[in-house]
């Protein structure tokens, strides 16, 4: 395979198109950027902007990055080879494994959880927009228990099972859910099953530790105006939901042991691409949503399987066509206040996706 970055000399439009398109990322509200693009046996990054304020150095092409909402695949990973293992049955009640955890418990199927259905209130918005609320609990931590019982003491939203609405608190019960089946909290079974397996030496379940290690992008926030560092921050707030820390390599090495198999087994595979009715989901680029795991459908009609997030200071997107073969990954590091980040700045997001798709 060939790794390689895109040469100001390029004449391929459709890169062109892209180093373009990550530059305008810049000019809207990222710090930096970077997107890795694997179309069968070639590898190439696109970057712009600066690893940090204050100096020039470019974003590293190999650095660490807050994964956010990816995390979630993880998650969804583990729990299906739990299902294949017979430890987990996706239609059974929550309350079941976690009794008395949620007064709803014997209402919401696991399945419910994984794919967003389960109606259950989204504990992140009974907080403050971030903000001076960040600033003041940057390094505080969450219990886990704690979080869902924000959503517990609230009805749910709808019927389970009735509609689609992303809720980060689904996935903090899943994360407890491991736990009680295995005795080992998530990062452990995460690490032991997908981890340590792939070698992904970069990849990092940072608990309360609030710093990213080695090399890596910083990250922003507008808070009053100004541009806050938070790089650092504790974690715990989204802990099994996303916490997580990787690189655009190892997220590929991932992404291409779940979609070829590698990961799960075929009846379980099948289950996590098995969506919600698309027209429930109004996410970016969204036709449905699985077990942790969505399809993306970007301009020009080319299909891809992945999930994006984002978390205080860092936006990201993973996505691969089926068999493997085309693949991207990106990292954006950001300079905006999270209100801001729809409108121009998604456009511009969504914009850059396509444009990396298009090199496929």
């Not at 609230?154 to 609405?165: A, D, Q, V």
């Amino acid at each position: 395979m060939t790794d390689t970055m895109v040469k100001p000399e390029t004449k391929d439009p459709k890169r062109i198109r892209l180093q373009e398109a990550v530059d305008k990322l810049v000019t809207v509200g990222a710090a930096g950027a970077q997107f890795r693009v694997t179309s069968g046996d070639e590898t190439f990054t696109v970057r712009a902007g600066v690893r940090e304020f204050g100096n020039d150095d470019p974003v590293p092409t190999d650095g660490k990055f807050r994964i956010a909402c990816i995390t979630k695949v993880f998650v969804a990973t583990v729990l299906l080879q739990l299902v294949a293992e017979g430890r987990i049955d996706l239609d059974k009640p929550i309350g079941e494994y976690l009794p008395g955890l949620l007064p709803q418990g014997g209402e919401v199927a696991v399945r419910n959880l994984l794919q967003h259905t389960s109606g259950l209130y989204n504990h992140a918005d009974a907080f403050q927009r971030p903000g001076d609320r960040f600033e003041r609990d940057r390094y505080k931590h969450f219990a886990p228990e704690d979080l869902v019982k924000i959503a517990a003491d609230k009805p749910l939203n709808f019927t389970p099972g009735s509609t689609f609405e992303y809720s980060n608190t689904n996935y903090i019960v899943l994360g407890l859910l491991i736990k009680a089946v295995t005795g080992r909290s998530y990062a452990e079974e995460i690490r032991t099953r997908i981890i340590e397996p792939l070698g992904l030496r970069d990849t990092v379940l940072p608990g309360d530790d609030p710093h990213i290690p080695g090399s890596h992008a910083r990250g922003y926030m507008k808070i009053k105006g100004r541009s806050v560092d938070v790089t650092e921050m504790n974690p715990s707030e989204a802990c099994s939901a996303g916490e997580m820390i990787s690189t655009t390599k190892d997220l590929d090495t991932f992404l291409v042991a779940l979609v070829t198999g590698k990961l799960l087994k075929p009846e379980q595979l099948e289950q996590m691409k098995t969506t919600v009715p698309p027209e429930w989901v109004t996410l970016p680029m969204s036709n449905g949503y699985g077990l942790g795991f969505m399809p993306l459908v970007t301009e020009r009609g080319l299909s891809l399987w992945g999930h994006g997030g984002g978390i205080p200071g860092y936006a990201t997107f993973i996505g691969a066509t089926l068999d493997g073969r085309q693949r991207l990954e990106s990292s954006i590091t950001l300079d905006i206040d999270p209100d801001d980040f729809s409108g121009v700045f998604e456009d511009a997001v969504v914009d850059a996706i396509n444009a990396a798709a298009d090199c496929l």
